[in-house]
């Protein structure tokens, strides 16, 4: 229990300190790559097949719309972002995950 008061202080604390950073500045803060690093697994399990998927918003089409000073800025994220290869990986996890691959 202490450990998780301890994380809710620490995201108190960061939360007060980005108050007055502009939304690219907050960004910058907290990205950090995930190269080489499992974003999901799947495997075999008795006679099915089990996946693991450590971030659901990329199964998803979301619009965040984000205060910044005296503009509100819209992000798009998961499948509505050009480019990324969210939905083909959607329908390929559901082929595997029905064997139809």
Avoid at 37 to 44: L, N, P, Y
Avoid at 72 to 101: E, I, P
């Amino acid at each position: 229990m202490h450990g998780d008061r301890q994380a809710l202080n620490s995201a108190a604390d960061s939360a007060e300190a980005s108050k007055d950073k502009t939304l690219e500045e907050t960004t910058n803060d907290v990205s950090t790559s995930v190269a080489g690093r499992a974003q999901g697994i799947v495997m075999d399990v008795g006679k099915g097949c089990l996946a693991v998927v450590g971030e659901a918003g990329m199964f998803s089409a979301q619009i965040a719309k984000i205060a910044d000073g005296d503009r509100t800025r819209k992000f798009k994220m998961g499948m509505n972002v050009q480019g990324y290869d969210n939905q083909k990986f959607a329908l390929n996890l559901m082929h595997g995950l029905s064997r139809f691959l």
